[in-house]
């Protein structure tokens, strides 16, 4: 294992906090996940996980399985905080659809290049909701989830032995979402009047 690549781990770390920043902000009542999304989130990475690794992918997934486990630990809180609650909307429920969907449209085709792709349009359809309440409401959301998910992804390359559309296509994916999502958080900071 080349050098570089062990700063897959720091992104792994780094995303970690993220997430129990997240959970820390759901106890204390500041942060309101749309559960929706967190489950969609959790379970889409993970199928891009297994159908990497299937596909030969080994330490460059990391990030990915993280975007999955990350997720599915706020999913897990949220239901057991009642702090934590952000009402569901029509949009909520149809993006959580159109996740599933993905998620079906895959199983039937069983390839892994193929999973990944309804892997990213899963959790894409799964994204839409939290972006447009990190828009609306970004008070609700903590960013460095986001920030610290975009730094884990960024990391996936370091790793990558064999570049193609198996190791490269859901570490894209997740720096596109993440850098949306942080700067639909922090952009009343970032671009004050």
Not at 81 to 100: A, H, Q, R
Request: aromatic share 18%.
């Amino acid at each position: 294992m080349h050098y570089l690549q062990y700063l897959i781990f720091i992104g792994v770390m780094a995303q970690l906090w993220g997430v129990v920043y997240y959970i820390k902000g759901m106890f204390i009542g500041d942060t309101k996940p749309n559960k929706v999304t967190w489950l969609m989130w959790s379970v889409a990475p993970l199928i891009a996980t297994f159908a990497a690794i299937s596909d030969g992918v080994r330490w460059s997934v990391l990030p990915v399985f993280m975007a999955g486990f990350g997720p599915l630990l706020v999913f897990i809180f949220s239901l057991i905080n009642k702090k934590s609650y952000w009402k569901l909307e029509k949009i909520d429920y149809l993006c959580g659809f159109f996740s599933v969907v993905a998620l079906i449209l895959w199983g039937i085709t069983k390839e892994p290049n193929i999973a990944i792709m309804f892997s990213i349009a899963s959790d894409g359809s799964a994204t839409i909701p939290t972006l447009i309440k990190s828009w609306k409401h970004p008070e609700t959301e903590s960013g460095g989830a986001y920030t610290s998910g975009l730094l884990s992804a960024s990391t996936s390359f370091f790793a990558i032995k064999i570049w193609n559309y198996s190791s490269l296509a859901f570490p894209i994916y997740l720096i596109v979402a993440n850098s949306l999502l942080s700067v639909f958080v922090y952009r009343r900071k970032i671009f004050k009047k």
